[in-house]
């Protein structure tokens, strides 16, 4: 039974930075590419950040280019996204997901296969 389970979210204040993890059990990880999304109240799902099987190649949203990171551990089973320079529109219910058939990771949520339950974030003004 593949599982994602998601950690870090919490409440920050603007400017401030948060690590998301997200450790995987159930599946060969390392073949599967990973992307973080987000969705905020009342908004649609959206992608964060993408990450390829390897770990070498990775995209990003425009709206978080420049400050956040995702990285992955495949001896870990675990993906992260490190965000700094959090802003209010940050705020938003965070989710790792897996893709089985790519290799390297797409920008479409309904590409993926496998979720987690998610993690809150909040960045306060």
């Known amino acids: 039974q593949v599982q994602l389970v998601e950690s870090g979210g919490g409440l920050a204040q603007t400017g401030g930075s948060l690590r998301l993890s997200c450790a995987a059990s159930?599946?060969?990880?390392?073949?599967?590419?990973m992307g973080w999304f987000r969705q905020a109240p009342g908004k649609e799902r959206e992608f964060v950040a993408g990450?390829?099987?390897?770990?070498?190649?990775?995209n990003y949203a425009d709206a978080v280019k420049g400050r956040f990171t995702i990285s992955r551990d495949n001896a870990k089973k675990s993906v992260y996204l490190q965000m700094n320079s959090l802003k209010p529109e940050d705020t938003a219910v965070y989710y790792c997901?897996?893709?089985?058939?790519?290799?390297?990771?797409?920008?479409?949520?309904?590409?993926?296969?496998?979720w987690g339950q998610g993690t809150q974030v909040t960045v306060s003004s």
């Open positions: 990450i390829n099987t390897s770990g070498e190649s990775t």
């Open positions: 997901a897996a893709d089985f058939r790519r290799r390297t990771a797409v920008r479409s949520w309904s590409e993926y296969e496998f």
């Open positions: 159930g599946l060969t990880f390392r073949t599967f590419a």
